[in-house]
């Protein structure tokens, strides 16, 4: 369980009660980096699982996907782009859309975006 830390006073208080333990701002910077990259790649290996599906529901009726670049600004990691997968099913769409890595509880988000049925195109 993670510890109660009680509002610092003083940048000395602060500094105590970070300790040693506390990473550096190039540590903390490096830790978001590689974070980035693991959902970067994980988005991508989540996408790859799809793309046999959709190629053999071809068979079956008109769909189409593409993959582009969705712009993602996280706080701590800056401005990066992930890929969307847009799905096109007849006349609808479905996003597929990384939303980022700085969620509470997990590694990142993805969000299926549609209306309805699916988004009209």
């Known amino acids: 369980m993670a510890r109660t830390i009680a509002p610092a ?25 590689e974070r980035k990259e693991r959902y970067l790649f994980e988005v991508n290996k989540l996408f790859d699982k799809f793309i ?9 009726g008109p769909i189409s996907y593409e993959r582009k670049p969705a712009p993602i600004f996280g706080d701590d ?6 890929n969307e997968l847009d799905v096109y099913v007849a006349d609808r769409k479905v996003i597929f859309r ?8 997990g590694m990142g988000r993805i969000d299926v975006l549609g209306n309805g049925e699916f988004q009209l195109i």
Do not use: C, H, M, N
């Open 98 to 105: 990384p939303v980022g890595t700085k969620i509470y509880g």
């Open 77 to 82: 990691i800056g401005g990066y782009a992930a």
């Open 52 to 60: 046999p599906w959709l190629d053999k529901l071809k068979e079956s």
């Open 9 to 33: 006073q003083t940048i000395e208080e602060f500094l105590k009660q970070r300790g040693k333990s506390s990473l550096t701002a190039r540590e903390a910077k490096k830790k978001w980096e």
